[in-house]
């Protein structure tokens, strides 16, 4: 009998690929790069200062970093797909709350926007754990990087210029492509991911799992880098659009240069080749050196505002490149057995990072202006490139008898 005649739940689902995730990725990246510049402008307009956006940042990351780690155990009652449509569902959710104006829905907006993006996360990170190989993954997550370009080069500058134009417009351009995430997922047919064995017992606490990372260096490792990288990003993101209002560059100039940023997204192979050059410790020990001198100059540069923006922006050059290289440490330590419940504690370092940067932000600015924010983000990538330096020396580097990566640390 010809497969065609089969009845459709005898038809099985094709083996996902790499375009499969990257696709999904791009998608996600139109939702968020459409908000990213715009987000921190309605937060400061709805709350009215730097500080109480900084609070309500750290709220939300309070709560996404609970809602997170509980991801893997959610997934143990409700099938995987079901979980990722629910985070696809949670951005336009958000973007209601958001468009109302009132400081406390404002709030509640940033949470669930921030819970659909930790939830989408998780769930794709496990995908990718039970379908790409480990040496492959330095090649997923370029791919996955490329299909975001151009969404994360547009949207930011788009954002922002809808939202001049017409409030809601940016709002409902993210709301549409959520939609169209969800019904590509499910055109997709991603299923539930792999088994690697029937289940023997009840689903463990997903915090049971925080005694096996912290008993494991090199994840502990991968998973600092994520931290501190996520930090600067969120200086780039909610702190350089407050700087430039409060500079008197307008709110445009911000959500320009991310989009310039954005845009070395299309060369992600390359830089992910030249990487290869090398090893991952060098690599990672190259992307934070250069990071941190760049947001350290910009504090330096802050009384002259285009010269601190221009320094910025040469900082985030390597934000993008330890994007596309970054997370490999951690990965490549991960074993099959852990997929799930080490994806949810790796994808807490966004809501980890957006507990510490407004955390420490509100603190800054309790004794320094603004700029000061920088001078904390470049200790902390220092801090980055100092433990990048007890990574194993041949990390990344291609084993010559089996054409594989080495996944050791130390």
């Not at 954005?262 to 190259?286: D, E, K, Q």
């Not at 760049?294 to 802050?302: E, H, N, V």
Request: charged share 10%.
């Amino acid at each position: 009998m010809a497969t065609k005649d089969l009845p459709l739940p005898l038809v099985s689902a094709p083996r996902p690929k790499t375009q499969h995730f990257a696709v999904l990725t791009g998608i996600e990246a139109a939702i968020r790069g459409t908000l990213i510049s715009t987000t921190p402008l309605v937060v400061y307009q709805a709350l009215g200062s730097a500080e109480a956006t900084s609070a309500a940042y750290f709220i939300a990351g309070i709560a996404s970093l609970i809602w997170g780690l509980m991801v893997p155990w959610f997934t143990k009652a409700l099938p995987r797909r079901w979980m990722y449509s629910a985070g696809c569902l949670l951005y336009p959710t958000a973007m209601a709350l958001m468009l109302t104006g009132h400081p406390a829905l404002t709030v509640l907006g940033i949470i669930a926007m921030a819970m659909g993006t930790v939830t989408t996360f998780v769930c794709l990170n496990a995908y990718v754990l039970d379908y790409v190989a480990r040496e492959d993954l330095g090649h997923n997550q370029s791919m996955q990087m490329l299909y975001a370009a151009a969404p994360w080069a547009i949207g930011p500058m788009t954002g922002v210029w809808l939202h001049e134009v017409w409030r809601p417009a940016p709002f409902l351009i993210a709301g549409a492509f959520a939609l169209v995430l969800l019904a590509t997922f499910w055109h997709l047919r991603l299923g539930n991911g792999r088994q690697i064995a029937r289940a023997r017992g009840p689903a463990p606490n997903p915090l049971a799992y925080m005694g096996r990372f912290l008993q494991q260096p090199r994840l502990i490792a991968g998973w600092l880098f994520a931290v501190i990288r996520s930090c600067g990003w969120w200086v780039y993101v909610v702190y350089l659009p407050i700087y430039c209002i409060e500079s008197g560059l307008g709110d445009k100039v911000a959500g320009t240069a991310l989009s310039v940023t954005n845009a070395l997204l299309f060369i992600s192979p390359l830089m992910l080749r030249l990487s290869r050059r090398g090893t991952v410790r060098r690599a990672v020990r190259l992307g934070f050196g250069c990071c941190a001198l760049g947001f350290l100059g910009a504090t330096l540069l802050s009384p002259l505002p285009p010269l601190a923006v221009a320094a910025m922006m040469a900082g985030s050059i390597f934000l993008v490149y330890l994007d596309v290289i970054g997370s490999l440490p951690f990965l490549m330590a991960v074993k099959p057995s852990e997929r799930a419940e080490m994806s949810a504690i790796f994808s807490s370092f966004r809501d980890v990072s957006g507990i510490v940067t407004p955390g420490v932000a509100w603190l800054v600015l309790l004794v320094v202006p603004l700029p000061g924010i920088f001078a904390a983000t470049g200790l902390g990538l220092g801090l980055a490139f100092a433990v990048a330096g007890r990574l194993h020396p041949r990390l990344g580097a291609l084993r010559p008898s089996r054409g594989g990566a080495v996944a050791e640390a130390g």
